[in-house]
Structures are given as structure tokens and as C-alpha cells.
């Protein structure tokens, strides 16, 4: 029998809190990706009975902020608040048991991703031109995978991706010429759950059609 047990737990966080900034432009990013692949093999063979197993246990909790508060902020460029997470599960299961008279194989699998992604503005008041190279946002995109889109101005954004694959494979083999048993049991739970949001409260946000004089 084989026990697997993979697990990762982080925070990741960017702020900036308080203060008065006249500046060319401001980004507050926060990022994160994390992944586990795990292998497991189990094999058992014996005369008369061959019982294997295999068993694993995979778990992502990944929490990635970014925040901007209680700040005054003017910029000629842009204004950004974004934060991306990206969390990726490979789990690859085999199991064989081969006797003669009773062959058995069992795979179990629990995965799990969990944790948030939130982008946040609160108290703040904001005033950008959006006259720069904009804020870059991962687009996710059916045939090439992760693309960058650019947004001008104030972007406040949240991007969370989750990958889970796994495959398990289970074989029971009994040779006897006689009264045999053979089985095979597999069996895979995989959890989701998180939240990804991007907010602005108690917040003013504007667009200036020029640079005030302490930016020109």
C-alpha cells in the first residue's frame, strides 16, 4: 500500500495604505501559482491472494490580495488593483493486485483547491489621466491558454484559474484455473471552493481629461 499526502497553504498580499501620491502612474499587484503533481504506483502479487492499494491526498489553500485604502492618489498614467492566482492539481493513480485465487487493487483520491482572490479599494479617492501603456489583465483564452489584455485608467480586477485532473487506473487479477475473485475499486473526490471578487466602497474614482499642474 502507498499514502500520499501533498499540501500547500500561502498568502500573498500587496497594499498600499494612507498617503498622498501624485505620481506618474501606480500599480498594486499581487500574484501567486501554485501546483502539485503527484504519482502513485501500488502493486501486490502473491501465490494465493494479492491485495494492493494506494491512496492520496492532495490540498491547495491559496488566499492573493492586493488593496489600496485610505490614500489619495493622482496619476497622468494609470491606476491599478489587481490581483491573479492561478492553482494547478495532477494526481496519477495505479493500482494492481494479482493472486491466484483472489486478485485486488483499490485507488483513493481526495483534491482540494480552496482560498480567495480579492482586489480592493475602500476610502480612497483616486484621479488618473490614463495616458500610459495600460494595466495588464490575464485573459484566459480557449485555444492559446493565458493571453494579456490592457485596460487604461482605473482598473480594479480579481483573475483566479483552477486546474484539477486526476486519473486513477485499478486492476484485480486472479489466475486460478478454479474458483477465482478479481476486483477492482476506484475511487476520486475532488472540492472546489473560493471566491475571487474585486470591490470599491466608500470610494471616489475619476478620469481627468488632462494632467493637473504638479504632474506636467
Known sequence: AGITVNKIASDTNA????????????????????????IGV?????????????MAINRIGNDTSASLDDATVTAVQDIGVVSTSSD???NYAGTLGAGGKLGAGMSVSY??????????????????????????????AQDTGTE???????????????????????????????MAIAS?????????????????TASSLRLLSTAPPCLR
Open 88 to 90: 494547478t492539481i495532477k
Open 111 to 140: 483534491n482540494e483547491l480552496t482560498g480567495s482572490t480579492t482586489s480592493s479599494v475602500a476610502r480612497a479617492t483616486l484621479n488618473a489621466v490614463g495616458n500610459g501603456d495600460g494595466i495588464s489583465l490575464p485573459v484566459l
Open 42 to 54: 501500488g502493486v501486490s502479487a502473491a501465490e494465493m491472494a494479492g491485495l494492493a492499494g494506494n
Open 184 to 200: 477492482g475499486t476506484t475511487v476520486t473526490v475532488n472540492k472546489l471552493k473560493g471566491e475571487t471578487k474585486a470591490s470599491v
Open 148 to 178: 494579456q489584455d490592457k485596460k487604461h485608467g482605473i482598473v480594479v480586477a480579481a483573475e483566479a484559474a483552477h486546474d484539477l485532473d486526476s486519473k486513477a487506473v485499478t486492476a484485480g487479477i486472479a489466475a486460478s484455473g478454479d
Open 15 to 38: 497594499s498600499v495604505a494612507g498617503g498622498t501620491y501624485d505620481v506618474k502612474g501606480l500599480q498594486v499587484n499581487s500574484s501567486s501559482a501554485e501546483s502539485i503533481t503527484a
